[in-house]
């Protein structure tokens, strides 16, 4: 079964330092790479997508993420963290099976706390 | 750890008729649940926010009396699609997060309707 795995439950980081959340997906062929934050009460955001060109995906609130086929990996990143940024991150695959789109998978999602 | 399910996983009906989808949470209380539809190759979009006990939250554009969110138990959200046409035709995915607390936010595993 096609799945998406995010590694790390927790990340504490001071505020100011760089950030990197991971995800791995499973799929032989490339998905739609997603990544999405809910901060506390409210619904899922999107950040950044990723559907096909430039491997490298630039999204809101300075967040980028990178696309790397021979690892699988759909990895958020943010060089300077803000305490605002504090929320849960979830990735997301969405596959394609023939030309027919799958179902859309999350991973169980990363906790991120901003220290001052 | 906890779970949400989500029923029916696909649903084909025809058009004019009504289809329900059920969330439940199935070991913890979730006084809040979230809507989702994605569209093809897009992102989701936020439909609703269900209160238990209350009326549901609808986001701008969605239209209320043809999605009808119904959260009447802490274990238990519903979406009614009602006169469905094909242009409903997506995935609708929910999500829960147990009452009080920083706790996990669970995905049900969606529900992919399609109406001919």
């Known amino acids: 079964a096609q799945s998406v795995t995010q590694p790390d439950i927790h990340i504490t980081v001071s505020e100011g330092a760089s950030l990197e959340l991971r995800c791995n997906y499973s799929y032989g062929a490339t998905p739609y790479l997603f990544w999405y934050v809910q901060s506390p009460g409210q619904g899922l955001q999107l950040l950044l997508k990723y559907f096909s060109g430039d491997t490298l995906v630039q999204g809101i609130k300075g967040f980028e993420a990178e696309f790397k086929r021979s690892q699988s990996s759909f990895n958020l990143r943010k060089p300077s963290v803000h305490w605002s940024d504090a929320a849960e991150y979830f990735c997301?695959?969405?596959?394609?099976?023939?030309?027919?789109?799958?179902?859309?998978?999350f991973g169980k999602g990363t906790k991120l706390s901003v220290k001052p | 750890g906890a779970v949400v399910s989500q029923h029916p996983s696909r649903v084909i009906c025809k058009s004019g008729t009504s289809v329900k989808i059920e969330c439940r949470s199935l070991?913890?209380?979730?006084?809040?649940m979230f809507w989702y539809r994605q569209f093809p190759k897009q992102s989701l979009m936020l439909m609703a926010t269900?209160?238990?006990?209350?009326?549901?939250?609808?986001e701008q554009g969605v239209e209320k009396d043809k999605f009808l969110i119904n959260h009447a138990s802490l274990t238990l959200s519903t979406l009614t699609v009602t006169s469905a046409h094909p242009e409903d035709s997506s995935f609708y995915i929910c999500?829960?997060?147990?009452?009080?607390?920083?706790?996990?936010?669970?995905f049900g595993n969606g529900t992919r309707l399609t109406v001919t």
């Open positions: 999500s829960a997060r147990r009452t009080g607390g920083n706790s996990p936010l669970h």
């Open positions: 070991d913890f209380q979730a006084t809040t």
């Open positions: 997301a695959s969405l596959p394609y099976y023939g030309g027919s789109q799958g179902n859309l998978i």
């Open positions: 269900s209160n238990e006990g209350s009326k549901a939250t609808y």
